[in-house]
């Protein structure tokens, strides 16, 4: 079943947020990401946006899809958005490299083929 409409242009932003992610921190060690506040504030931003299309989705697709940690992805959101003295960089890594692949592999199927150019 494909997502509403108005839910795949969220769809979209998660998952280029996400690979925007993975590219950043490719080939990166969790000691770089600590020595880099530019990268961490970029990555910060990414997992931000996806958390907010997280929650603009709508009740009844996070429902079709409730394997997904949607309430988990929404509130890392709000963490990063409203209590920023209280991230913890090492947490967040763990979601860049465990957590963020599998969001990935979990909605690129549900996306349907992207329009084509027509230029």
Not at 10 to 15: A, K, P, Q, R, S
Not at 24 to 52: H, P, S, W
Not at 99 to 112: F, H, T
Request: with cysteine; net charge negative.
């Amino acid at each position: 079943m494909l997502p509403e409409e108005k839910d795949v242009s969220y769809l979209w932003d998660i998952v280029d947020a996400a690979k925007s992610i993975k590219q950043f921190v490719q080939g990166c060690t969790f000691e770089e990401y600590m020595e880099n506040t530019l990268l961490q504030a970029a990555v910060e931003r990414k997992i931000e946006i996806i958390g907010e299309a997280a929650r603009r989705l709508s009740e009844s697709f996070r429902q079709r899809y409730a394997d997904i940690p949607w309430k988990l992805i929404i509130a890392q959101r709000n963490v990063l958005a409203h209590e920023y003295g209280e991230i913890n960089q090492e947490r967040i890594w763990n979601v860049v490299v465990e957590r963020i692949p599998e969001l990935i592999a979990a909605l690129e199927p549900l996306l349907p083929p992207a329009p084509e150019d027509t230029e």
